[in-house]
């Protein structure tokens, strides 16, 4: 059999094989030809590239779509990261911890300022990092974190100097209330120049990192669980209609978050302020952070999201 021929007889074997779904008898009659010749014509299919076969792992379609649909739905890139049905809350915390670990660091580049909003999941993705001096590189802290039991301070301080010291970055802490008792003292202080320095900081930076606040999260979120907010500040937030925050910043359903009235006491950035970093990697884990996650979404809070298979699942669920 000439060559041409020959490939020719393996693509429309190949056909009839794969695509019909035929048996190698059923073709060998139809070409007149053993079963053997058959098989023989679709190795060749295979060795020539006529067939590509590829396999793929259970899961990875369900992934795959996740990825898509919330892409396309909030235009933000999306890393979906599986976990196994049995997986604890921590787990699947750890998980994506570990793969937002690695999104941060591509995107990492010299001389940026980088932006991080203290919490429960970012913790877990400084965790992460790998050692890696980033020459020029500087840190900022996106939102104060000094609480009444004079706790959260010395707790983020740890987080933001590790961020540093795997960098080899400057750290610039921000030694503020995370949630002010007037926002007249926050006025005052947002003038003084210390301050102002921090500020100037946030606007400068190019890359943020920072996960959503959920009331009843399942890993509790530290603005929710670490004496930041006191019964009356929920009462408020509930008859708001806010869901959660980001960056200390309460947010509703709806991703509104202007005239949520605890926002005139909080110290992180808007999802307007936030809007002019370029990018910014919101990392979320836990099913019922889906609805504030949503409302992050809906503000324009992320470019890119590194969230597990539950949560992906759920978000698109809410709709």
Known sequence: MAQDARQQSAYEAARM???EGQTMGAIASAF?????TVSRLLRDAREQGIVRITLRPPGVRRLADL????????????????????SSERERLRAVAADAAGVVEDLLQPDQVVGIAWGTTVTAVVEQLAPRPVLGAQVVQLNGAINTEGSGLANVSTVMDRVASRWSATVHHFPVPAIFDYP???????????????????????????GVG???AEVPSQVHASGYLTED???QLYSDGAVGDVCTVFLRADGSWRDVRMNQRCSGPSP????????????ASGARKAVPLRAAL?????TDLVLDEATAARLLALD
């Not at 007149?32 to 053997?36: A, E, L, V």
């Not at 007249?184 to 920072?210: D, G, I, K, N, P």
């Not at 809906?298 to 992320?302: D, I, K, L, P, Q």
């Open 233 to 235: 500040d929920l009462a």
């Open 272 to 283: 307007a302020a936030l809007a002019s970093i370029p990018r910014r990697v919101l990392v």
């Open 17 to 19: 094989y794969y695509d």
């Open 67 to 86: 990825r898509s649909a919330i892409g396309q739905r909030y235009g933000v890139r999306t890393h979906v990261v599986p976990t196994r049905p049995d």
């Open 32 to 36: 007149g030809i053993s079963r053997s």
């Open 298 to 302: 809906r503000a324009g809070c992320a």
């Open 184 to 210: 007249s003292t926050r006025e005052a202080m947002w003038r003084e120049r210390s301050v102002r320095h921090v500020l100037e900081m946030q606007r400068r930076c190019r890359l943020a990192v920072f």
């Open 214 to 216: 959920a009331f009843d």
